[in-house]
Structures are given as structure tokens and as C-alpha cells.
């Protein structure tokens, strides 16, 4: 049972699929603002399902949020003598943006710590990938002001958006966060979860408007533009609903039996109050030890020091995995006991 790699398992919504299809004629270069109709369903996702009000006009698509998470660095000009700073938990990612940018890369959660660097680009993940945590709005707000007052872009990874269990997450977008605006602030997103997307590379990313120019600018002469199938596929998937309600409704089943059969077998649960992980942590083992106990059983696991040494203690266990493997895994646990 490989519970160690969050990738979707579930079928693509057909829904998507009807709209791919219908869109496969498609013999001249997409547009890589997006179709209006693309940006306007992003849009009303937006302010539909997480009270926030973008303007279509600053909406821009991305070929899976991970290439913009590694290019976004490069994106706004980083470069040697710049800062970069991102969870001291995190993907690996943010720290691979910034080296390839050639700026510093610094791990850190308490940013009054930074001192006088230059610290041209901050992240926040609220859900957070590996631990689930949910940082709440006044939190972020302060991470806004911060930002703001020292010309630092803030950009919130926001991917686990839509799937909260035990807290409700807010954007850096929304008003109780932005305080109506936008500026120095960006927000990417993702269908790969939401909507089984992760082979189609659909994601988004919106916030301040000139910032958001500026990136269309430098990404229509790079050619990272999104093939008009896959914009058609993720309008579709933006305009509808009750496939990501039937999706999380899967997720919240699974990760209920997990959950439950992983503390019988003697680990804790630690934050993972949204997203699709549960970390976890057994007492007298460290992450390798846990790793280890679990492959015993034949379950797979991710090490928690692979996302920073503040995870030693833990292991990622993804909620990615059918019906059938999550009740093997069950089963399984209860022999640990």
C-alpha cells in the first residue's frame, strides 16, 4: 500500500473529460492569459467557494503549480543577494525555486527573526503539505503587513484550499486577510486534487494585478502557455461543483479509517486539520524507525525529514489511494496493534 506520494487515483471527472474532448481541434497557439471565459470561472470559484473577489483580468493559468513554484523566484527577478524564505516544514520546491533563481534560500516560520536580509519573496502553505496545519487569518495577516511594509512579495501556495476537515482555511486574498487589496500578494492554485487533474498540469495563480502582469509578460516570451484542451478541461472542472463535493466526500472516508486505525496501532496525529495527509508520529521512534515499523506491514510511508529536520519525528501517510488499498492499509494496522 504506497501511502507515501499524494497523486490522484480516482477517475477524472466526466464532466472535464466531455470538455477535453470537445476542445481537441485545436490547431493554433493558445493563449497564455487564458480564454476569458477560463479566467471568469476562476474567478467565480474564487468568491463562490472561499470569499474572495478577484478580477478575471488578474488571473493567470499555470502549467501545474509546481512549475510556477519553482519558477516563480526567477519570475520576479530574484537573484544572488536576494532571500527567498519559506516554511521551516515544507516541499521541497520553494527551496529548489530559489536555488535555481540563485538567491538564498532560508527556512524559516518566524519572519522577525530575518533581520535586516533582503528578502525578496516570502511563502506561506495554509493547508500545509506535509502536516496538514491551517494557519488562521490573523496569522497571515501580520504575514501581509510584514511583507508589505518592506516591499517583500508574498506568495500563499493554497493548493489544499478546498479540502478542510478540522478548521476552515482563508486565503491571503480574502478581506480579513488582504484587507480589500491585493497588492504585494499572490495566490496559486491547483485542480490536481480538487478535480483529479494532476496529469492535465492545471493550476492558477491571481493577486495583485501588477504583479500578475508582470508575469504574463515574461511568460508569454518564455512559451509557458497552457494547451487549449487542458484551459477548456479546467474551465469545466472551475464551473462545476458537485464532482469536487463528491471528491472530498471520498477523501473525508478515507482519511476517517486511516486516521482511526493509525492511533489504534499506537501513532498520534498532529495538526492535519486540511489536505490530504495525516502526520503522524509514534512515541519512542523517529521518522526512519516509523517508516521502517510501517514497510514492515507493507504499508509506504514518507519520512518527515525530507521536508525539513523539523519533521525527524514524523511520517506523511497520503489519503491518495482507493477504497480498497485504504482498507488494506487498515487492515493491516490492526495486526500492528
Known amino acids: 500500500m504506497d501511502l507515501s506520494i499524494g497523486t490522484p487515483v480516482d477517475p477524472v471527472p466526466s464532466v472535464v473529460r466531455a470538455a477535453l474532448s470537445a476542445a481537441a481541434d485545436s490547431p493554433g497557439y493558445p493563449q497564455t492569459a487564458g480564454t476569458p471565459r477560463l479566467r471568469e470561472a476562476a474567478a467565480g470559484w474564487l468568491t463562490r467557494r472561499h470569499g474572495v473577489s478577484a478580477d478575471p483580468a488578474a488571473i493567470l493559468p499555470v502549467i501545474g503549480t509546481k512549475e510556477v513554484i519553482a519558477s516563480l523566484p526567477a519570475l520576479l527577478g530574484c537573484g544572488p543577494g536576494d532571500t527567498v524564505v519559506y516554511p521551516e516544514l515544507a516541499y521541497p520546491t520553494y527551496e529548489i525555486g530559489a536555488r535555481l533563481a540563485g538567491a538564498r534560500a532560508v527556512a524559516a516560520d518566524g519572519l522577525a527573526s530575518l533581520g535586516p536580509e533582503r528578502v525578496r519573496l516570502v511563502w506561506v502553505n495554509s493547508p500545509a503539505n506535509p502536516t496538514g496545519r491551517v494557519l488562521p487569518a490573523a496569522h497571515l495577516r501580520k504575514m501581509a503587513e510584514w511583507a508589505r511594509e518592506r516591499d517583500t512579495v508574498l506568495a500563499s501556495d493554497e493548493c489544499y484550499l478546498d479540502l478542510a ?173
Open 165 to 337: 476537515w478540522d478548521a476552515e482555511p482563508v486565503s491571503v486574498l480574502h478581506p480579513d486577510v488582504s484587507g480589500g487589496s491585493a497588492r504585494g500578494l499572490v495566490a496559486v492554485y491547483s485542480l490536481s486534487k480538487r478535480s483529479n487533474l494532476a496529469g492535465y498540469r492545471a493550476g492558477f495563480l491571481t493577486g495583485d494585478p501588477a504583479l500578475v502582469a508582470e508575469l504574463l509578460e515574461v511568460r508569454r516570451h518564455a512559451g509557458l502557455m497552457m494547451p487549449a484542451p487542458v484551459q477548456a478541461a479546467m474551465t469545466a472542472a472551475l464551473e462545476d461543483d458537485s464532482h469536487a463535493d463528491e471528491q472530498r466526500a471520498r477523501y473525508a472516508a478515507r482519511r476517517a479509517r486511516l486516521r482511526a486505525a493509525l492511533e489504534q496501532a499506537g501513532w498520534a496525529i498532529d495538526h492535519s486539520e486540511a489536505g490530504l495527509y495525516l502526520w503522524a508520529t509514534r512515541p519512542g521512534l523517529d521518522c526512519w524507525g516509523s517508516v521502517d515499523a510501517l514497510a514492515g506491514a507493507g504499508i509506504l510511508v514518507a519520512p518527515g525529514e525530507f521536508y525539513g529536520r523539523a519533521g525527524q519525528r514524523h511520517v506523511r501517510v497520503a489519503l491518495t489511494a482507493t477504497d480498497e488499498r485504504i482498507d488494506a492499509a487498515v487492515g493491516r494496522l490492526g495486526r500492528l496493534r
